[in-house]
């Protein structure tokens, strides 16, 4: 059980929360708890949406990448509800029960791309330290544009947050 209680739609009235959730509800069965935290603050839960649906919108990156790497940082973090999520929606973007499993391994060279494996490697990076080496950096650029770089940087890094905030208050992926 979570640390803060959640809002129930009937505790809602704010009407872009309602469509969230309801969207939530056909996506996944249900209202992502940590999202029903998150509308006691509405001001909050719409910054943090906000984030969410830009890295979303217009992927330069496409949702395989991004996935794999929110799965592989949510694993490292041990952040069911980021688990869960993404792995319902790495799914929908074709990625297999068995490639899901791997990300969150060690890097197997032979499962993904080289790109992907990049990736991975790089979001390990920045997960483990504040330093990322410049021999992995040369990789990154080597497979990534400047504004793909930024886009990965900011979908791994607001995946730390997203998954610490889960955890920091023991909010759970409901089966």
Not at 45 to 59: E, I, K, Q, T
Request: charged share 25%; with cysteine.
């Amino acid at each position: 059980m979570a640390r803060v209680r959640g809002l129930g739609k009937e505790e809602v009235s704010d009407p872009d929360i309602l469509r969230v959730f309801e969207r939530q509800e056909k996506t996944y069965g249900s209202i992502l708890e940590n999202h029903a935290i998150l509308a006691r603050r509405p001001a909050i839960f719409r910054g943090f949406r906000a984030m969410w649906d830009v890295l979303d919108a217009g992927s330069l990156l496409g949702a395989r990448i991004a996935f794999l790497v929110n799965i592989r940082l949510a694993g490292q973090i041990g952040c069911s509800v980021c688990i869960g999520a993404n792995a319902v929606l790495g799914r929908a973007a074709s990625i297999t029960d068995d490639e899901l499993l791997a990300a969150r391994g060690p890097l197997p060279g032979d499962v993904f791309t080289e790109r992907e494996n990049v990736a991975l490697a790089y979001a390990d990076a920045i997960a483990a330290s504040n330093d990322v080496g410049e021999d992995l950096f040369a990789r990154v650029r080597g497979h990534f544009s400047e504004e793909e770089i930024i886009e990965l940087t900011a979908t791994i890094t607001w995946e730390i947050c997203s998954a610490k905030f889960n955890r920091a208050l023991e909010i759970e992926w409901a089966d």
